[in-house]
């Protein structure tokens, strides 16, 4: 049977950051690429998690440069400080802090600073690009990922949308704090000017973010990657109902045997204004 216990984002990661770390590596590289981190450079990382991209920035930027990670959550932040640990990283110093919170990072004189699917999450997004903007150096660049509308996004809303036939469903709100928050470019560019930033590249990539070879596998990753609440509230049978429906959309989409979900993101990079 699918496993149906909620799990924390550290125990989610545990289980998972290898093969998402694999699937998204293109991304993390093109973000590092856009904001011209190469040696010596010192790089600030917002909501790294488990360390995308800080530990990509951390290589290239070795031996002299720096790169600082934060995030609100120490159990993931633990998984990065393993990985760097285990690579031989010592120029990361990963921090449980909020970035919307002024921070004594201010006036650190940052090369860079990057947000790889962070700033949608936050409850003050601006208050954290403000801090971003003091502690960058003038000639500094943001470089931030973000994922585009909805309906281009199916790791998120197909499972939902199936299950929408079997119970009413919160809809999405594109104002909270959520994948969707920046879907729109309108309000990314007036939240980025409001704390003094303009936007300067906008491109857009499709990420996997999970494939499986079985059936059981993605329903278990889906389920495990906040639907689970909401699926046990359902009878059994109906459960299994919306498991075959999602298996069989994916053997649908399947190309070369395997199961993918993932969607469209925007890589923006931003200066000083
Ligand atoms: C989807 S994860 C992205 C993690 C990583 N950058 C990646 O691409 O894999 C979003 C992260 O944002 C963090 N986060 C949310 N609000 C935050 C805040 N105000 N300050 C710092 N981190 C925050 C969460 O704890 C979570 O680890």
Known sequence: M????????????????????????????RMLDLAGIGPGARVLDLATGRGEPALRAARRVAPEGLVVGLDLDDGVLEIAREKARQSGIANL???????????????????????RWGLMYMSAPVAALVNAHEALLPTGVLVAALWAEPDRVPYYTLPRR???????????????????????????T???AAAGFSLDHVEEMDVTVFE?????????????????????ELPEDTQR????????????????????????TRIVRARKT
């Open 2 to 29: 699918t496993d149906r216990k909620v799990v924390s984002p550290e125990e989610f990661w545990r289980k998972y950051d290898a093969v998402e770390t694999r699937l998204t590596a293109a991304l993390s590289e």
């Open 93 to 115: 110093d990963l921090r449980a802090a909020d970035a919307a919170v002024p921070h004594e990072l201010a006036g650190s004189c940052f090369h860079a600073v990057t947000v």
């Open 212 to 232: 499986a070879e079985t059936d059981a596998e993605m329903v278990a990753w889906v389920r495990a990657l906040g639907m689970t609440r909401l699926l046990n």
């Open 162 to 188: 199936l299950l929408a036939r079997y119970r009413a469903l919160p809809g999405i709100d594109l104002e909270a704090p959520g994948p969707f928050r920046y879907a729109d470019l309108e309000r990314l």
């Open 190 to 192: 007036h939240d980025f």
């Open 241 to 264: 109902a919306w498991e075959l429906d999602l298996a069989g959309e994916l053997r649908r989409m399947a190309a070369g045997g395997l199961l993918r979900l993932g969607g469209s």
